[in-house]
């Protein structure tokens, strides 16, 4: 414990001095992989960041979520929406704004518990009081097989290259008709952005590998919009055929998969007798966030 606490106070001080956090976490255990753990990090101290670029940068921010509108509206009429990888939802938010009928279920989640209090601010200062938003990982993601209609990412998938199979797999597990991805393009890129994202770690075959798992693309191509020539964003959109399972239940225990219950300020399994933290109206639905609790339910 005490590494660790000198660990998080050398990171702030990189943060605050503008260096790379994940790169020194690489760094520091001679790896070229980003880790889980070195991506929350990351991701958790800059939190606020997002929602400050968002506001700085209005019809950028406007002119991708319009195209990213586009391209989800075309696929039909749905009643539920998740963003994996939500960040303070400026994305999820913004893309909102263009539904005249926004979809009955909303989610979102992130593995950065900062980011998600930052984007339940985020989404009420716009009014947009009825989206569900949690932590979680995007490779045990806390929802039911089958279980929402359209699943998207913006630059999520993004810092783990050599991952996408992983992925790929879990989020196709989750997504009922369509899963919609805006990640980083190795195919479009040119040799200088090739070369930043195999330096970052980046995903870097997400088309050939959904191409391997036989999945049915319908359309792959640069997106409209890209912030970054170096990281230029790419549009893959999946799609799930012949669903017709119909789950009354989302959210689930990102460990078994059971079913999760909202009891007692908390998220409860009771078949798994494991429970899952709510802070500051924040469900903590990470894997590593259970606890066990087998007597849970008990009268005492």
């Not at 799609?239 to 009354?248: A, D, T």
Request: with cysteine.
């Amino acid at each position: 414990m005490e590494r660790e606490k000198h660990l998080l106070f050398t990171i702030r001080d990189i943060y605050e001095k503008g260096g790379n956090i994940i790169e020194y976490l690489k760094q520091s255990k001679q790896t070229d992989i980003n880790s889980i753990e070195d991506i929350m990090i990351s991701y958790d101290f800059q939190a606020g960041t997002y929602i400050k670029y968002a506001d700085h940068n209005k019809e950028y921010v406007q002119a991708y979520t319009g195209n990213l509108f586009k391209v989800i509206s075309s696929l039909g009429k749905f009643d539920s929406i998740l963003e994996v990888g939500v960040g303070e939802a400026t994305t999820l938010a913004n893309l909102l704004l263009y539904f005249s009928d926004i979809p009955k279920y909303v989610y979102g989640f992130d593995i950065s518990w900062s980011r998600i209090k930052y984007g339940l601010y985020y989404l009420s200062k716009l009014g947009l009081t009825k989206v569900q938003l949690a932590t979680g990982d995007i490779f045990a993601c806390p929802f039911r097989d089958n279980s929402i209609d359209i699943v998207y990412t913006s630059h999520s998938i993004e810092p783990n290259g050599g991952k996408e199979k992983e992925a790929l797999r879990e989020l196709f597990r989750i997504t009922k008709y369509y899963l919609v991805l805006l990640e980083p393009s190795f195919d479009f890129a040119d040799e200088e952005g090739r070369t930043r994202m195999l330096k970052n770690g980046y995903v870097t075959n997400l088309y050939k590998i959904a191409k391997e798992l036989g999945y049915n693309i319908i359309e792959h191509r640069l997106f409209d919009v890209s912030s970054n020539r170096l990281n230029p964003t790419g549009l893959i959109v999946i799609k799930k055929s012949n669903n017709n399972q119909h789950n009354l239940s989302f959210l689930c225990c990102p460990l078994t998969y059971t079913n999760l219950d909202l009891i007692n300020g908390c998220y409860y399994s009771k078949d798994a007798f494991l429970a899952y933290p709510v802070i500051d109206k924040v469900p903590c639905l990470l894997p590593q966030n259970a606890i066990i609790a087998t007597h849970f339910l008990d009268e005492l």
